[in-house]
C-alpha cells in the first residue's frame, strides 16, 4: 500500500484552508464596512446559508461519510472505482437539479422554515430574492465536493483544498467593483456566488482529469453499490441534517433580534478560520488514510495515523481557543470595526467570539473522531449522537434567548459541541485500540494546555499594556500584530521548552517522501 502522507496531507490542506479562511474573514470585512450590521446583511446571511445548509447536507456531509471511504477501498482493491465514481455523480446531479427546481418554486416556505422572524418585515422578501439567485450554488459545490473526495482518496489534496479560495476571491473583487462602479454591493455579491461555484467545479473536475480519475455524466443507474452507497449516505445526510438544524435553530432564535444574525455570522466566520484550518484538514486526510488501513488490517498504522491526528489538532487548535476567549474584542475591533459597523456592533461580535472559542477544540476534535466510525461505514452511530446534541442545542436556545436574548445561541453550539465529542469518545471504544490514543498523545496533551495556558497570560499582560493604542486608528494594527506575533513566540518557546511538540516535525513532514510500505 502506498500511504498517504498524514502530516504532510494535512499541512497541504490547512495551507489552502488558510488562505480560504483569511479571505473569508477579508470578504466579511467588506461585507461588514459596506453593507453593515442590519436587514440587508441578515437577509444575505439568510439566503446565503440555504445552498450552504444542503450542500452539507447532501454533499459534504454524506459524500465524506460514505463516498469517501467505499471509493477508497475500491481504489486501493482495483476494483473499477471510476465507474462507481461515475455512477454516483450521476445520481447526486440529478437530485441536486431536483431540489434546486423546488426550492426556487418554494423559495418563500423556505426563508419562513430557517428564519421566521424575518415575516412581515422588509427582511423577507430581500432574503426570498437573494435566495433564488444564490441556491444554484449548490448544484455546482456540491459536485466540486465530489470531485474533491475522490481527489483526496488518490491522496490529490492541493486541487480539492484550493477550491473554495476561489469563492472569496470572486467575492471581493465583485463587492469591490460593484462599490466603486456606483453599483448596489449586495446585488453584485448575490450575483457572483453562482458563479464562484461553477468556478470552483471546474478547477476540481480539470484536477481529476489530470490526476487520471476521468469522471463524465452519464444517466442514473441504481446498481448494487449506489445502493450500498445509499445505506451508508443517508444516515450521514441525516446526521448532516441534524447539525444544520442546529444552525437553523440559533438562526431561528437570532432572526428575532435586531442586527443579531449578521453578529452571529461575523463571529461564526472568525472562529471558522481555526477550525477550518485545522479541523477540517484533518478530517479530509485522515478519513481515506484510515479507510485504506482498515482494508489492509494495518491497525497499528491505524492506531498512529489516528493519534498523530488528534495531537496535531490539538496542538494548534488549543491556543487559538485561548486567544479567541482570552482576547476577543481587539481581533474584532480591528479586523471588522469600520465603515457601518461600530464600536457596539464589535463589542457583540467579540461576545459570541468568545463563547465559540470556548467549544473550539470540541469542533475539532469531532472532526478527529468521526473517521473511527465512517472509515468503518457507520453512520449510524454519529447520526444518533447528533439527534442527542440537536435536542440539547434546542433546549437550551430556546430555554435561554428569553432570559439572556440573542446569545443564547452561541452557548448552546458550545455546549452542544462537547456533548457530541463526549459521546464519539465513549461510543468509539468498542473499536479496540485503533481507537484509542497512544502514549505519546497522552504525555503531550496536558503540556500543550499548559503552554497554551502560559501564552493567554502573556497576551492578557500584552494588551494591558498596548490597550491605549487600540483607540488610535493608526497605531491599533501594529498593537494588534504584535498582540498575535506575543502570543505565537510565546505558545512556540514554552511548548517546544516543555516537549509539548517539536517544530522539527513539522519541517520533516514537508521534506518527507512518500515510500510504499
Given at each position: 500500500?502506498?500511504?498517504?502522507?498524514?502530516m504532510?496531507?494535512?499541512l497541504?490542506?490547512?495551507?489552502?484552508t488558510?488562505?480560504?479562511?483569511?479571505?473569508?474573514?477579508?470578504?466579511?470585512?467588506?461585507?461588514?464596512?459596506?453593507?453593515?450590521?442590519g436587514?440587508?446583511?441578515?437577509?444575505?446571511?439568510?439566503?446565503?446559508?440555504?445552498?450552504?445548509?444542503?450542500?452539507?447536507f447532501?454533499?459534504?456531509?454524506?459524500?465524506?461519510?460514505?463516498?469517501v471511504?467505499?471509493?477508497?477501498?475500491?481504489?486501493?482493491?482495483?476494483?473499477?472505482?471510476?465507474?462507481?465514481?461515475?455512477?454516483?455523480?450521476?445520481?447526486?446531479?440529478?437530485?441536486?437539479?431536483?431540489?434546486?427546481g423546488?426550492?426556487?418554486?418554494?423559495?418563500?416556505?423556505?426563508?419562513?422554515?430557517?428564519?421566521?422572524?424575518?415575516?412581515?418585515?422588509?427582511?423577507?422578501?430581500?432574503t426570498?430574492?437573494?435566495g433564488?439567485?444564490?441556491?444554484?450554488?449548490?448544484?455546482?459545490?456540491?459536485?466540486?465536493?465530489?470531485?474533491?473526495?475522490?481527489?483526496?482518496a488518490?491522496?490529490h489534496?492541493?486541487?480539492?483544498?484550493?477550491?473554495?479560495?476561489?469563492?472569496?476571491?470572486?467575492?471581493?473583487?465583485?463587492?469591490t467593483?460593484?462599490?466603486?462602479?456606483?453599483?448596489?454591493?449586495?446585488?453584485?455579491?448575490?450575483?457572483?456566488?453562482?458563479?464562484?461555484g461553477?468556478?470552483?467545479l471546474?478547477?476540481?473536475?480539470?484536477?481529476?482529469?489530470?490526476?487520471?480519475?476521468?469522471?463524465?455524466?452519464?444517466?442514473?443507474?441504481?446498481?448494487?453499490?449506489?445502493?450500498?452507497?445509499?445505506?451508508?449516505?443517508?444516515?450521514?445526510?441525516?446526521?448532516?441534517?441534524?447539525m444544520?438544524?442546529?444552525?437553523?435553530?440559533?438562526?431561528?432564535?437570532?432572526?428575532?433580534?435586531?442586527?443579531?444574525?449578521?453578529?452571529?455570522?461575523?463571529?461564526?466566520?472568525?472562529?471558522?478560520?481555526?477550525?477550518?484550518?485545522?479541523?477540517?484538514?484533518?478530517?479530509?486526510?485522515l478519513?481515506?488514510?484510515?479507510?485504506?488501513r482498515?482494508?489492509?488490517?494495518?491497525?497499528?498504522?491505524?492506531?498512529?495515523?489516528?493519534?498523530?491526528?488528534?495531537?496535531?489538532?490539538?496542538?494548534?487548535?488549543?491556543?487559538?481557543?485561548?486567544?479567541?476567549?482570552?482576547?476577543?474584542?481587539?481581533?474584532?475591533?480591528?479586523?471588522?470595526?469600520?465603515?457601518?459597523?461600530?464600536?457596539?456592533?464589535?463589542?457583540?461580535?467579540a461576545?459570541?467570539?468568545?463563547?465559540?472559542?470556548?467549544?473550539?477544540?470540541?469542533?475539532?476534535?469531532?472532526?478527529?473522531?468521526?473517521?473511527?466510525?465512517?472509515?468503518r461505514?457507520?453512520?449510524?452511530?454519529?447520526?444518533?449522537?447528533?439527534?442527542?446534541?440537536?435536542?440539547?442545542?434546542a433546549?437550551?436556545?430556546?430555554?435561554l434567548?428569553p432570559v439572556?436574548?440573542?446569545?443564547?445561541?452561541?452557548?448552546?453550539?458550545?455546549?452542544?459541541?462537547?456533548?457530541?465529542?463526549?459521546?464519539?469518545?465513549?461510543g468509539?471504544?468498542?473499536?479496540?485500540?485503533?481507537?484509542?490514543?497512544?502514549?505519546?498523545?497522552?504525555?503531550?496533551?496536558?503540556?500543550?494546555?499548559?503552554?497554551?495556558?502560559?501564552?493567554?497570560?502573556?497576551?492578557?499582560?500584552?494588551?494591558?499594556?498596548?490597550?491605549?493604542?487600540?483607540?488610535?486608528?493608526?497605531w491599533?494594527?501594529?498593537a494588534?500584530?504584535?498582540?498575535?506575533a506575543?502570543g505565537?513566540?510565546?505558545?512556540?518557546?514554552?511548548?517546544?521548552?516543555?516537549?509539548?511538540?517539536?517544530?522539527?516535525?513539522?519541517?520533516?513532514?514537508l521534506?518527507?517522501?512518500?515510500?510504499?510500505?
Amino acid at each position: 500500500m502506498k500511504p498517504i502522507r498524514l502530516m504532510s496531507g494535512i499541512l497541504t490542506v490547512g495551507f489552502w484552508t488558510l488562505a480560504s479562511r483569511v479571505l473569508g474573514v477579508a470578504r466579511e470585512i467588506v461585507i461588514l464596512a459596506l453593507i453593515g450590521p442590519g436587514p440587508v446583511m441578515d437577509a444575505f446571511v439568510a439566503a446565503f446559508r440555504l445552498p450552504n445548509m444542503f450542500r452539507r447536507f447532501f454533499a459534504e456531509g454524506a459524500f465524506n461519510a460514505a463516498f469517501v471511504p467505499m471509493f477508497s477501498k475500491k481504489l486501493e482493491a482495483d476494483d473499477d472505482p471510476l465507474r462507481f465514481a461515475r455512477d454516483a455523480m450521476s445520481g447526486l446531479a440529478f437530485v441536486l437539479l431536483v431540489l434546486t427546481g423546488l426550492a426556487m418554486v418554494f423559495m418563500p416556505a423556505l426563508v419562513l422554515a430557517t428564519a421566521g422572524g424575518f415575516a412581515g418585515s422588509e427582511r423577507f422578501d430581500l432574503t426570498v430574492g437573494f435566495g433564488r439567485i444564490v441556491f444554484p450554488y449548490i448544484l455546482f459545490v456540491s459536485l466540486a465536493a465530489l470531485f474533491s473526495g475522490a481527489l483526496n482518496a488518490a491522496g490529490h489534496f492541493a486541487a480539492a483544498a484550493a477550491a473554495p479560495v476561489l469563492l472569496n476571491i470572486f467575492v471581493l473583487i465583485a463587492m469591490t467593483a460593484g462599490y466603486y462602479l456606483g453599483g448596489e454591493v449586495v446585488i453584485w455579491l448575490v450575483w457572483t456566488v453562482p458563479l464562484a461555484g461553477i468556478a470552483q467545479l471546474a478547477l476540481v473536475w480539470i484536477a481529476a482529469d489530470r490526476a487520471g480519475i476521468r469522471l463524465r455524466p452519464s444517466r442514473p443507474r441504481l446498481t448494487p453499490d449506489m445502493k450500498r452507497l445509499t445505506a451508508v449516505a443517508i444516515p450521514a445526510a441525516l446526521a448532516g441534517g441534524v447539525m444544520q438544524v442546529n444552525l437553523l435553530v440559533g438562526q431561528q432564535v437570532a432572526s428575532y433580534f435586531d442586527k443579531a444574525v449578521g453578529w452571529l455570522y461575523a463571529a461564526d466566520r472568525l472562529y471558522q478560520l481555526p477550525l477550518g484550518v485545522v479541523g477540517i484538514a484533518v478530517g479530509i486526510v485522515l478519513l481515506p488514510d484510515l479507510s485504506r488501513r482498515l482494508k489492509a488490517e494495518d491497525s497499528i498504522g491505524g492506531r498512529q495515523a489516528f493519534s498523530r491526528a488528534g495531537e496535531i489538532s490539538l496542538a494548534l487548535t488549543v491556543p487559538c481557543a485561548v486567544a479567541l476567549v482570552v482576547v476577543p474584542l481587539p481581533m474584532v475591533s480591528v479586523l471588522f470595526e469600520r465603515g457601518a459597523t461600530g464600536p457596539d456592533d464589535s463589542a457583540a461580535i467579540a461576545l459570541a467570539v468568545a463563547l465559540y472559542g470556548l467549544g473550539l477544540p470540541a469542533f475539532v476534535l469531532q472532526k478527529v473522531l468521526q473517521p473511527l466510525y465512517f472509515a468503518r461505514e457507520d453512520t449510524r452511530s454519529p447520526f444518533r449522537y447528533a439527534l442527542v446534541a440537536m435536542v440539547v442545542n434546542a433546549a437550551v436556545a430556546i430555554g435561554l434567548a428569553p432570559v439572556i436574548g440573542w446569545i443564547a445561541p452561541a452557548i448552546a453550539t458550545t455546549l452542544a459541541g462537547w456533548i457530541m465529542v463526549a459521546q464519539l469518545g465513549f461510543g468509539a471504544r468498542r473499536f479496540g485500540e485503533v481507537a484509542r490514543f497512544d502514549d505519546r498523545f497522552r504525555r503531550r496533551v496536558w503540556r500543550i494546555c499548559l503552554a497554551s495556558a502560559i501564552m493567554g497570560a502573556a497576551m492578557w499582560g500584552t494588551l494591558l499594556i498596548l490597550g491605549p493604542l487600540f483607540g488610535e486608528a493608526g497605531w491599533r494594527y501594529l498593537a494588534l500584530l504584535v498582540l498575535l506575533a506575543v502570543g505565537a513566540a510565546s505558545y512556540g518557546i514554552v511548548g517546544q521548552a516543555m516537549g509539548a511538540f517539536r517544530l522539527s516535525e513539522f519541517r520533516n513532514a514537508l521534506r518527507r517522501k512518500p515510500r510504499d510500505t
